[in-house]
């Protein structure tokens, strides 16, 4: 800490944000750092700390970035309205969680008392769920994206690129999650490597995959790692692997982006 002031290392360690994302935020001007040297290095203040905490407490009451904006820009944004359709956002969420639920408790408690599975009844419960799930996919995709964005991820040309980085990131989570299941430290010379693949990866796709509007797909890793994405989204997603890998990768960035 310099003159009452952290770097952008520092600050990133100080309130988890990854150094990735505080560019991206200061890019967006949604939190610009007390001071730049003449080397273009970040130095943030306290100031800067109580905004990333206000920034970091909306995103994960399920805010986007946008509407975040308009949030800290607008002083008389009727945050508490917002607020609450939120909470019935969340709500209906968990409803959605909570059918799932059901499904595999059924699935047990039949289990139990027959020794065997009754596929055809877990059957019409699961098709009951993927209908309701893909409600929940629909209204998490209204929540989180605007109607030309939603266009966007519809288009031809993203889904092409999707399904042939598909595999590419299934086999990465894939090893990742082998990694977190054997107890390596994600800063482990072993993961480290597969950490820099996903940097790799994740730069060659984001050109691809998204050349005009890289705010979108800083705001899909963002999602990923919160957890709040439908499951049947991406490939080989897992919440717990994603936290695992961007430990190891926000390790690798701090050491290229010192």
Not at 80 to 99: P, T, Y
Not at 152 to 181: C, P, T, V
């Amino acid at each position: 800490m310099m003159n009452n002031l952290w770097s952008t290392a520092e600050f990133s360690k100080l309130t988890g944000l990854s150094i990735r994302t505080l560019h991206y935020y200061d890019e967006e001007g949604v939190l610009i750092p007390h001071h730049k040297n003449e080397k273009g290095f970040r130095y943030y203040s306290h100031e800067d700390f109580l905004l990333a905490q206000k920034i970091t407490t909306l995103k994960y009451v399920g805010f986007n970035l946008n509407q975040i904006k308009k949030i800290l820009l607008n002083p008389d944004f009727d945050l508490l309205g917002s607020l609450r359709l939120q909470a019935n956002a969340l709500r209906e969420g968990v409803a959605q969680m909570n059918k799932g639920l059901i499904v595999v408790e059924e699935s047990i408690k039949h289990y139990t008392i027959s020794g065997e599975i009754d596929w055809q009844r877990l059957s019409r419960v699961l098709k009951t769920f993927k209908i309701s799930h893909s409600d929940f996919g629909k209204e998490w995709a209204e929540r989180n994206f605007s109607i030309e964005e939603r266009k966007f991820f519809g288009g031809k040309g993203f889904q092409k690129i999707k399904i042939n980085y598909e595999q590419l990131w299934a086999d990465i989570f894939s090893e990742a999650k082998r990694f977190m299941l054997e107890g390596k430290d994600p800063l482990s010379d072993e993961v480290q490597v597969l950490a820099q693949k996903g940097i790799d990866l994740w730069a060659e796709l984001s050109k691809k995959q998204y050349p005009n509007n890289p705010e979108l797909a800083n705001r899909m890793w963002e999602l990923m790692k919160s957890g709040d994405i439908p499951t049947d989204l991406i490939a080989g997603y897992d919440h717990q692997v994603i936290l695992y890998f961007n430990e190891a990768m926000e390790y690798r960035e701090s050491l290229i982006f010192k």
